[in-house]
RNA sequence: GCGGGUGUAGCUCAGUGGUAGAGCUCCACGUUGCCAACGUGGCCGUCGUGGGUUCAAAUCCCAUCGCCCGCUCCA
C-alpha cells in the first residue's frame, strides 16, 4: 500500500475511534494544535508513564552495572524572560527574514550575502546570494558579468561580500540589491525578526517589560533548577534529572498530522555527570533510549539511530544521535529522540547570565583523596594554588547528556506501528479483512474487554460483575451489544489485548475464555485468576 | 509564506441552479452458545465558514479557514 494511503488511513481511524481529534475543530480548526480523545489520552498517558517508570522511578543499571540516581521536576511552563536570553532562544528563535516582492520567495536574511558589482556600472547594483549555495552564488556572478558587459566593463569574481543584514535597513542600498532569484534590483523586502516562540504578557498590562515567552523546550527548566535540585535531593553526580511537559514552538508550517505540532509534549532527561565520563554516559543512553523503544513494540527496521555528522553538530556538542523512526508520510527516517552530549553548555551560560554558581562540588571524590593531603578543607587546599586539573577533579560544571523524546511523536509512531490490516475467520468459517491495532499490552488504552456470549442465563450479570471488579485495576470496557464476534472486532480496532467470555460453561464451573487479540487463540482460565493473569500479561 | 488539489451524515461517497440522498456505522427491542449474522424501529447534515449573484445556490462568483501534495522553514 502507497505510504501516504496508508497515513491517511490512520488519521481517519484515530479520528473515528476517539485517539486524535483536530484541536477547537466546531470553529474550523487552528493549524498546528491537536487533541487526544478518549483513547488517545490513554494511549499518551500509558506512554508517559511507561518512559517515567522505566527511566525516572526504575532505569537501567549503569554501564558498569551500578544503579543509576534519577529525579523528576516540574517546571513552570512560563519562566523569566532571561532564561531564554541566557539559552540562546531569546536570539536564535528571532531568526531575521526577508521576503521578494517579485518572487514571493522567503529568505533567511541572514543567510543571504551581498557583492558589488563592476563599480564603473551605472546605476550601481549590489547581487544577493544564499550563502554557501555555489549554484546561487554562480548566479549571481553570471547577472554582474552581464550588467557590466552590457556597459562595456568585464566582471570577473565579486572581491568581498558582506551580509544582507547590513544593508536591509537601508531602503536606498536595498534597492540597489539584486535579488537571488529575479534578474530587476529592488525586490528585496527589510529583515523582519520571525519569532518562532510564543509571547504573551505576565500582568494585565501589556507592554516590553512584563513580555514572557511560553517555553520552546522543557529542557532549560532543568538546568535552571539544577542548583535546587542538588541542594535538597541529596543527589550525587552523576544523576539526571527528568522532566514531562508541554513545550511551544511557533513553526513556520506545522506538517504531517501530530508530527510537526506548535504544542507539544516532550519527556526530558539531563543527565549530569563528570566531563571525563561524559562519552560513557553518551553512549549508555544512546543505547537505552533506542532500546526502550523496541521494548515498546516498534520494529527494529523501522527505527534508526543516525549520528549526527559534524556539520550538522550544534557547535557546543560533542556528539548528537538521533533516534529515527520510519513513519508512512515519508520516505525517509524522521526524529523520535535526540540524544545529545551538550557539554557544560547550558549551566555555563546560566552561570554566567544569572550570576550564580553552578559549579558541583564532588564530595566523594574529595573524600577519597583525603590520604596524603595536609588539609580536609577544599577551600584550605585551593589557596595551595593547584592545577586547574586538580581542582576540576573535585569542582567542575558537570557535563550533559540529554534524551530528549518527543511524546507526541512517539505516540504517532506507536499508531503507525500498531495499525495492521490481516485477515480473520466470519462466522462461515471463511477469512475476512480485519483491521487491528496491535499495541504492545502495556501501551494499549484498554487493556481487556469482558463479553457475555449471550445476553440471557445470567450471562450479563456476571460479566459485569468481573468488569467491577477489573475496572478498579486497568482500564477495562464492558460490552453486551450484538453478536460476539463484532464485539472482538470492535476491540481489535482500539488494540484491546484481551477479550474474557462469560459463556454456558462459566455458569457451570467458573471458568472463562481469554482471546489474544493477534492470534485470536482462546484459552479457558478461572475466573478468580482473571486479574493475576491481567497483570502478568501485561506487565 | 508561495503554488496546486480538496471540503456534502460518525465513515465512504452520489448529487452541475428547482423539496439534501445511499450504503455502512451508531442506538433500542427481539433474536443470537465464540469472531463485523438476522428482523423491526430509530438518531444524525442551515452541504467547512462568511459574503455576493439569482424568484431560487451543495451547485455560479468573491473572501476566509482547515486538510493533502510540492517548495520554503525546522534554533
Not at 240 to 245: K, N, P, R, S, V
Not at 286 to 312: A, C, F, H, M
Not at 399 to 426: M, Q, W
Request: proline residues 6%.
Amino acid at each position: 500500500m502507497p505510504s501516504s494511503d496508508l497515513m491517511e488511513k490512520i488519521v481517519s481511524l484515530c479520528r473515528k475511534r476517539g485517539f486524535i481529534f483536530q484541536s477547537s475543530e466546531i470553529y474550523g480548526g487552528i493549524n498546528g494544535f491537536w487533541d487526544y480523545g478518549p483513547l488517545g489520552v490513554e494511549l499518551k498517558k500509558n506512554i508517559k508513564d511507561a518512559w517515567w517508570r522505566d527511566m525516572v522511578r526504575n532505569p537501567p543499571l549503569g554501564p558498569n552495572g551500578q544503579e543509576i540516581t534519577m529525579v523528576g521536576l516540574d517546571c513552570s511552563i512560563i519562566m523569566n524572560r532571561k532564561v531564554w536570553v541566557a539559552s540562546g532562544h531569546a536570539s536564535g528563535f528571532q531568526d531575521p527574514m526577508c521576503d521578494c516582492k517579485e518572487t514571493k520567495k522567503r529568505y533567511r536574511a541572514d543567510q543571504l550575502e551581498v557583492f558589488s558589482g563592476h563599480p564603473e556600472v551605472n546605476p550601481p547594483l549590489m547581487y544577493a546570494f544564499i550563502k554557501g549555495d555555489e549554484e546561487s552564488l554562480k548566479l549571481a556572478i553570471k547577472k554582474a558579468e552581464k550588467a557590466a558587459r552590457a556597459a562595456g566593463k568585464k566582471f570577473t569574481q565579486p572581491v568581498h561580500s558582506v551580509s544582507y543584514m547590513t544593508l536591509a535597513k537601508n531602503a536606498d542600498a536595498r534597492n540597489q540589491v539584486v535579488g537571488p532569484d529575479v534578474e530587476v534590483p529592488g525586490t528585496l523586502t527589510e529583515a523582519r525578526p520571525f519569532n518562532l516562540m510564543f509571547e504573551t504578557h505576565a500582568g494585565a498590562i501589556k507592554d516590553d517589560d512584563n513580555l514572557v515567552y511560553l517555553r520552546p523546550e522543557t529542557a532549560q527548566g532543568i538546568f535552571a533548577n539544577f542548583k535546587n535540585v542538588v541542594d535538597s535531593s541529596r543527589v550525587k553526580i552523576p544523576f539526571g534529572i527528568a522532566q514531562i511537559g508541554k513545550a511551544f514552538r511557533n513553526e513556520v508550517n506545522p506538517r504531517n498530522y501530530t508530527f510537526r505540532s506548535r504544542e507539544f509534549e516532550q519527556m526530558e532527561i539531563e543527565f549530569f555527570c563528570h566531563p571525563s565520563e561524559s562519552r560513557m554516559w553518551y553512549e549508555y543512553w544512546r543505547d537505552v533510549r533506542k532500546n526502550w523503544y523496541s521494548t515498546l513494540g516498534i520494529r527494529s527496521e523501522k527505527l534508526k539511530p543516525r549520528e549526527q555528522t559534524p556539520e550538522e553538530l550544534a557547535h557546543y556538542s560533542v556528539g548528537t544521535t538521533d533516534i529515527e523512526y520510519l513513519f508512512p508520510f515519508s520516505d525517509e527516517h524522521q526524529e523520535l529522540e535526540g540524544v545529545a552530549h551538550r557539554g557544560d553548555f547550558d549551566l555555563k551560560a546560566h552561570m554566567e547570565h544569572s550570576k550564580q554558581s553552578l559549579l558541583y562540588f564532588d564530595e566523594d571524590a574529595w573524600n577519597r583523596d583525603a590520604a596524603g593531603r595536609s588539609t580536609n578543607s577544599f577551600v584550605a587546599w585551593l589557596k595551595g594554588n593547584p592545577s586547574p586539573e586538580e581542582v576540576a577533579k573535585y569542582q567542575f560544571i558537570p557535563h550533559v547528556i540529554e534524551p530528549s523524546a518527543g511524546a507526541d511523536r512517539f505516540t504517532l509512531a506507536v499508531l503507525c506501528e500498531a495499525y495492521t490490516e490481516d485477515k480473520a475467520p466470519n462466522a462461515d468459517g471463511k477469512l475476512e479483512e480485519r483491521l487491528v491495532m496491535k499495541f504492545h499490552p502495556r501501551l494499549a488504552p484498554v487493556k481487556a474487554a469482558i463479553f457475555p456470549l449471550v445476553k440471557k442465563d445470567g450471562m450479563p450479570e456476571k460479566a459485569y460483575a468481573l468488569y467491577r471488579e477489573l475496572k478498579a485495576h486497568f482500564n477495562v470496557q464492558y460490552d453486551d451489544g450484538g453478536a460476539v464476534g463484532r464485539r472482538y472486532r470492535r476491540q481489535d480496532e482500539i488494540g484491546t489485548p484481551f477479550c474474557i467470555t462469560i459463556d454456558g460453561e462459566t455458569m457451570q464451573n467458573d471458568t472463562v475464555t481469554i482471546r489474544d487479540r493477534d492470534t485470536l487463540v482462546q484459552r479457558r482460565i478461572p475466573i478468580s485468576s482473571v486479574l493475576h493473569e491481567l497483570r502478568t500479561l501485561i506487565g
